[in-house]
């Protein structure tokens, strides 16, 4: 009880902090106001486009990362403003979501020094860099995370209904940026080992289920944006 005090006191001092200093720290930077013109454009015409640096991509839609990040940042603008607080205010949120996640995957290990693994990640400098830059580094890391850790929990229950949400919050994650993916290939790989092993229709449902979102959400969005395989 005590220790779950003390760090709440010390969330919501961390929490005051980052939105005291979000508008000031750091300057505005290349890729956030490329991403921020990017979702300006967006939000205005609904094109995928930027109004600076055109150069980079010969005036086509920005499509390659995926559109969750700026449909989020969209919103921000549409309901708040155009602003440099609006814009990131979206990596600030995903950046404490982060630290949650992270906190259920540490409670996953069975370790004893959870508080200590949780502060040392919560001032990380690059997850402090991260949740300020105006970038979706942070959405799309949380959002891996999560289906991994879902995943991890549901393991012993095998509740259908849950790999379902994990492969939905990977497939979110892929949609944000597709590095994503990286992250969600040991799932993918326990799931392939589990069939091999077992070979029983629960795991290979199982694998289907938590895939099925991730291929198919993902396929939608690459020939929407692309229309065929030639990029």
């Not at 760090?7 to 001092?13: E, H, I, K, Q």
């Not at 920005?62 to 979206?90: H, M």
């Not at 990640?121 to 970038?135: E, K, T």
């Not at 849950?162 to 492969?167: A, Q, V």
Request: glycine share 6%.
């Amino acid at each position: 009880m005590h220790k779950k005090i003390v760090l709440s006191l010390l969330f919501t001092v961390y929490a005051i902090y980052h939105f005291a200093t979000l508008q000031i720290s750091p300057l505005p930077w290349f890729d956030e106001t490329y991403f921020a013109s990017l979702t300006h454009t967006y939000l205005e015409t609904g094109i995928m486009q930027t109004k600076i640096a055109m150069i980079l991509n010969d005036g086509r839609e920005v499509v390659e990362y995926g559109p969750c990040y700026f449909w989020l940042t969209a919103l921000a603008f549409k309901i708040f403003g155009f602003g440099i607080l609006q814009f990131r205010i979206i990596g600030l949120l995903f950046g404490f979501f982060l630290i949650y996640i992270f906190y259920r995957f540490l409670k996953l290990t069975g370790t004893n020094m959870i508080f200590l693994f949780l502060l040392l990640f919560a001032f990380d400098p690059i997850l402090h860099s991260s949740m300020h830059g105006g970038r979706m580094d942070t959405m799309a890391a949380s959002l891996s995370l999560f289906s991994v850790v879902l995943f991890l929990e549901n393991r012993v229950k095998g509740n259908s209904i849950l790999y379902f949400i994990s492969g939905c919050s990977g497939a979110l994650a892929i949609l944000t940026t597709p590095r994503s993916g990286f992250l969600l290939i040991p799932v993918a790989l326990m799931l392939f080992v589990s069939w091999v092993k077992t070979k029983n229709l629960k795991s290979f449902s199982n694998g289907l289920v938590w895939s099925a979102p991730i291929l198919i959400l993902y396929l939608f969005w690459f020939f929407h944006a692309f229309g065929n395989l030639e990029i």
